[in-house]
């Protein structure tokens, strides 16, 4: 469903910024849970006219932002939305820092490789690489993720301060996907002091049943973190302990080869993030 957010914007905007508004509110309505839709179904996910949005998504298909199934008449995000999405992670040094680094991980382990920032009390996927173990048939860079449910936003978590994390599972943002996800802020501080002492964060099922990964964080210049690296695949694959220790010093020295490309060096310590800043790094 299109975000409050977007449907606020669209019935507010002044008429200059109006139909940008409505346009982008648009967009958003598609997903990977509805990559395909309507006229019919974008009216009633953003509450605005049929014929407004028949009038504007055929301007937004002639620009190239959306595409028509000849066949079945369905909508779905278009070309030119990849050359928007291509040019803006080009545009971020992490990335093209990070992209070498991660697909050669993912061909040394065979596992799959990801990357995400710190930005707005979640993970903001930028990349991901698979192994021969852990195929997928769809891109994660896009995609936000919970902190409290996978092991890169564990390793993020591990750097912040206590009331950080309070205030986290205070909001009501830890929600449970499986039995094994950590909905208690008590639990999650000895998940987290347990990070804290061997160096790397992991995910067992948390997120996804038979998944698990191992991650660790990147840092910027002043020494936060402000993204993390994980491998992960099938459960089998990074649950004995010695394929999970082997796995962790090759994920950690991943992360540090990344932080140093940030400018972050040994001597300058990081310090605890405190509380509800919490609008993503500013490196």
């Not at 648009?26 to 009633?44: I, P, Q, T």
């Not at 028949?54 to 369905?74: K, P, Y």
């Not at 991660?102 to 490789?113: E, F, K, S, Y």
């Not at 347990?194 to 840092?219: H, K």
């Amino acid at each position: 469903m299109v975000t409050v957010e977007w449907r606020i914007m669209a019935a507010e905007s002044g008429a200059g910024t109006q139909a940008v508004a409505r346009a982008l509110s648009l967009l958003v309505c598609f997903s990977d849970e509805h990559n395909e839709l309507r006229v019919s179904e974008l009216s009633a996910r953003t509450g605005l006219g049929q014929s407004t949005v028949s009038r504007m998504i055929s301007s937004l298909e002639r620009l190239g932002f959306v595409a028509q199934d000849a066949r079945t008449g369905l909508y779905r995000l278009g070309p030119q939305l990849v050359t928007l999405g291509s040019a803006a992670l080009n545009s971020s040094f992490l990335f093209r820092a990070a992209r070498q680094v991660a697909q050669n991980l993912a061909h040394a382990t065979g596992l799959g490789v990801n990357l995400a920032e710190f930005s707005d009390r979640q993970l903001f996927y930028l990349c991901n690489f698979e192994g021969a173990k852990s195929p997928k048939s769809f891109t994660m860079a896009g995609r936000t993720a919970p902190l409290h449910a996978t092991g890169m936003g564990k390793a993020i978590l591990a750097e912040q301060s206590k009331e950080y994390v309070d205030i986290y599972y205070d909001e009501g943002l830890a929600n449970s996907y499986t039995p094994h996800t950590i909905t208690r802020s008590s639990e999650m501080h000895k998940a987290l002091e347990e990070v804290r002492n061997r160096g790397y964060a992991t995910e067992i099922e948390e997120l996804a049943f038979g998944r698990a990964c191992v991650a660790a964080p990147i840092r910027g210049r002043s020494g936060e973190a402000v993204a993390a690296l994980s491998v992960s695949g099938p459960l089998s694959e990074l649950e004995p302990p010695a394929r999970q220790q082997e796995l962790s010093l090759m994920v950690i020295e991943a992360a540090d080869e990344l932080s140093v490309a940030l400018g972050f060096t040994m001597t300058r310590a990081p310090q605890p993030r405190m509380p509800l800043s919490v609008r993503g790094p500013a490196d």
